[in-house]
């Protein structure tokens, strides 16, 4: 089959990596993969087997606005009939992310399905804070799902969409995002001579209001000061100017953002995830293949569908720190087994790649 996949960058985020192990294992399953990045820059390593193409050459911040919406949709349309040309006909297109969705919901591109990474409500709330414009832009950017064909990351996104009446899709199911576990396990066992050799605890994910570091800092600050935290995020600078209101500065590691995150979640005493709303968080199940026990809020969504049976223990609710802090304490005494979790069943690599490529019948 042939498969595009559209999304608006390639930068550092949970929704990127996704799509690229994806599109690698598709690619092995011997099936022609293009990813389309909306902006040119890219900050993940690119399997040698996923062709990569952008369509703007620069951030393209803006390229969905109404002043360039047309123009771009024209260029977005002109791509895909050039790639037409030169493979024949395209059996499926995933698109990812808000500037990439607004352009393919408006084009005449068929047989896409619209990927929704996140809470859109919990999206919307957040959006609010910063004013009526980006507001309105987000809820008709939600709007112009209406009528499309959904694929969700977790039964909590899913249920959230059919439940509300912001959008109203042709179809909607759940799948689980992908996870190579042998490529995550081989890179786990990578030496790396940056890996701090105090105990530490880790947070991966960059510096965004959604991930709550003021509350990842205001537990850790109840934690014993023998522990370092490791803050695998995109303004290392950012981080530890926060870290200072909480006097947790000198126990901070911030390396910035790592191409191999794993060896780092691996050698970690637990990893801890703060946030007010995910999708489905890739990062918890990345800790839980490399056997580092975890303590997440209880956001919407995912994290209930990660940590279940025993595990469920280490989820407290979003914004209360003094939780946070006594479920990692409380993780550190267990050390609990956590190579044997449902989820990891349930979103290898190989069974998701088929599940998407049946969208294409």
């Known amino acids: ?13 949970g929704a990127e990596k996704v799509m690229l192990t994806l599109a690698e294992k598709m690619a092995k399953l011997h099936h022609n993969i293009t990813i389309l990045s909306l902006a040119s820059n890219a900050e993940y390593d690119i399997p040698d087997i996923v062709k990569v193409d952008s369509l703007f050459p620069d951030r393209a911040s803006k390229v969905d606005r109404f002043w360039q919406r047309k ?23 995933l698109s990812n992310l808000d500037r990439s969705n607004n352009l393919l919901a408006r084009s005449n591109i068929k ?34 799902l209406n009528g499309k064909s959904l694929i969700c990351v977790s039964k909590g996104v899913e249920k959230e969409i ?22 995550i396990r081989q890179q786990a066992n990578e030496q790396n001579n940056n890996i701090p050799n105090e105990p530490y605890l880790i947070h991966v ?17 109840k934690l014993d000061k023998k522990y370092k935290l490791v803050l695998l995020c995109n303004k290392p600078a950012k981080a530890l100017k926060l870290a200072q209101q909480y006097g947790i500065e000198k126990q901070l590691v911030v390396p910035g953002f790592q191409q191999n995150p794993y060896n ?22 990345e800790a839980l293949a490399v056997g580092t026990p975890v303590v997440s809020t209880n956001c919407t969504f995912g994290p209930s569908e990660i940590l279940t049976g025993e595990l469920n223990k280490y989820l407290v609710p979003a914004g ?42």
């Open 320 to 361: 209360q720190s003094e939780a946070l802090a006594n479920a990692v304490k409380q993780v550190l005494v267990d050390k609990p087994n956590v190579e044997n979790a449902d989820i990891l069943k349930q979103v290898q690599a190989e069974q998701v790649a088929l599940q998407y490529l049946a969208l294409a019948n």
């Open 111 to 144: 047989n896409v399905h619209f990927v929704i990474h996140n809470s859109v409500n919990a999206e919307l709330a957040r959006q609010k804070k910063l004013g009526p414009f980006s507001y309105l832009y987000l809820k008709k950017s939600k709007q112009n």
């Open 71 to 93: 123009n771009s949709i024209l260029r977005l349309e002109a791509w895909f009939e050039k790639k037409q040309s030169e493979i024949g006909n395209i059996d499926l297109v």
């Open 1 to 13: 089959m042939n498969v595009v996949i559209v999304i608006d960058s390639l930068v550092g985020g």
């Open 162 to 183: 059919t439940q509300g009446v912001l959008i109203n899709p042709s179809a909607i199911a759940t799948i689980y995002n992908p996870f190579d576990f042998e490529k």
């Open 264 to 285: 780092w979640i691996k050698h970690a005493k637990a990893l801890v995830l703060s946030s007010d709303f995910e999708g489905l968080p890739t990062v918890l199940i």
């Open 205 to 221: 994910g960059r510096l965004a209001k959604q991930k709550r570091h003021d509350i990842l800092f205001a537990a850790f600050a």
